[in-house]
């Protein structure tokens, strides 16, 4: 089975400040995982993924992840903040080879000017 | 392309009362997928679809029944609502099952059931 644990429920964080969104996984498997945000009364959008090969991924709009085997954790960390960041953001899990989703509890993140 | 659609986008339904809600993608996926999504509980899965024709329970499939009976929609039926069935409801939509695929979501049904 797996679980994603999202400790932060809420992040509030000044404008142009950097920022870490934690999340740790359980699985007894392996698994690709996932961010997706998503904004005010809109649906989720993919921000990243890991799936192989290096374990820092990126996104278009200056968001990056890190995949640690170790500590079994996927943190998204920006060094600068915009206020258009202010969304939920969702880790995820999927085992390889498998199309279910399992979702952590979100975190809001709330960018202050 | 307008993606995933979803159809309504607020409900109020009444103990007992039922109802359908539509999901419709035009970027000619395969799987769809129907989720909830409940304060501090993320979105757990509910049913999904392999491709037209076949249905397959997630997490939480209790109350709930699907249907896919053309490969671009994918319906949620609810036979009898109950107030625990309140939440936000969102349809998604992914080119393949495999584990990488990006999953396309809609804009979310609000049903509320008193």
């Known amino acids: 089975a797996q679980s994603v644990t999202q400790l932060d429920s809420q992040v509030p964080v000044f404008e142009e400040a950097p920022v870490e969104l934690r999340c740790n996984y359980s699985?007894?498997?392996?698994?690709?995982l996932f961010w997706y945000v998503q904004y005010p009364n809109q649906g989720l959008q993919l921000l990243l993924k890991?799936?192989?090969?290096?374990?820092l991924v990126e996104s278009i709009n200056g968001f990056e992840a890190e995949f640690n085997k170790s500590q079994t954790s996927f943190h998204l960390r920006k060094p600068s903040v915009h206020i258009s960041d202010t969304a939920e953001y969702f880790c995820a899990v999927t085992p390889t080879g498998a199309n279910n989703l399992f979702f952590g509890t979100g975190t809001r993140l709330t960018v202050i000017p | 392309n307008a993606g995933v659609t979803q159809t309504p986008k607020f409900r109020v339904l009444k103990t007992g009362q039922s109802m359908t809600l539509l999901c419709a993608q035009d970027?000619?996926?395969?799987?769809m997928y129907w989720y909830r999504q409940d304060p501090g509980m993320g979105l757990r899965l509910i049913h999904y679809?392999?491709?037209?024709?076949?249905?397959a329970k997630g997490e939480v499939p209790d109350g709930y029944n699907v249907s896919r009976l053309k490969k671009q929609n994918f319906l949620l039926g609810l036979e009898s609502a109950a107030p625990s069935q309140t939440s936000v409801y969102f349809c998604?939509?992914?080119?393949?099952?495999?584990?990488?695929?990006?999953?396309?979501f809609g804009p979310g049904t609000r049903l509320t059931v008193l």
């Open positions: 699985s007894s498997v392996s698994v690709y």
């Open positions: 679809s392999v491709g037209e024709g076949t249905t």
């Open positions: 970027m000619n996926h395969e799987y």
């Open positions: 890991y799936l192989s090969g290096s374990t």
């Open positions: 998604a939509s992914s080119s393949h099952g495999q584990g990488g695929d990006e999953q396309f």
